[in-house]
């Protein structure tokens, strides 16, 4: 299984990017997929999840009414939109997949076998 983010970049403050995670693997089938993120010298967050059994959404309350998680309908893309930038969001992006992800667990990362290797958003004020 391999997850592949890109849509990293540079953007100006109040700016939008959009990151996508292709995901492939011939016998996979996630249960859900993820955002994490980590700034220099922090740990990873979360960010936002869809959880595909239930169609549920989560976002952390940072990124709530900024950013969107979605889907393509082919199941194997997911997006992250995220608008109104700020340098709080200045970060390396990671998607993450689970086969069996509760919705309990949906913003923790030990839920989550594979992960992709990041892509790096900077925002400039």
């Known amino acids: 299984v391999q997850l592949q983010a890109s849509g990293g970049g540079l953007v100006q403050a109040g700016g939008s990017l959009r990151l996508s995670c292709v995901i492939s693997?011939?016998?996979?089938?996630?249960?859900?997929v993820a955002w994490f993120r980590q700034a220099p010298g922090m740990d990873r967050n979360f960010v936002a999840a869809f959880s595909w059994t239930g169609g549920n959404i989560y976002y952390a309350d940072s990124v709530k009414g900024r950013f969107t998680i979605s889907r393509d309908n082919a199941w194997n893309t997911v997006y992250l939109q995220m608008n109104s930038l700020g340098p709080e969001d200045m970060a390396v992006y990671y998607c993450?997949?689970?086969?069996?992800?509760?919705?309990?667990?949906?913003?923790?990362?030990?839920?989550?076998?594979?992960w992709g290797q990041g892509t790096l958003v900077t925002v400039s004020s």
């Open positions: 993450a997949a689970g086969s069996s992800v509760i919705t309990s667990n949906l913003a923790s990362q030990s839920a989550y076998q594979y």
């Open positions: 693997g011939r016998t996979f089938r996630s249960s859900a």
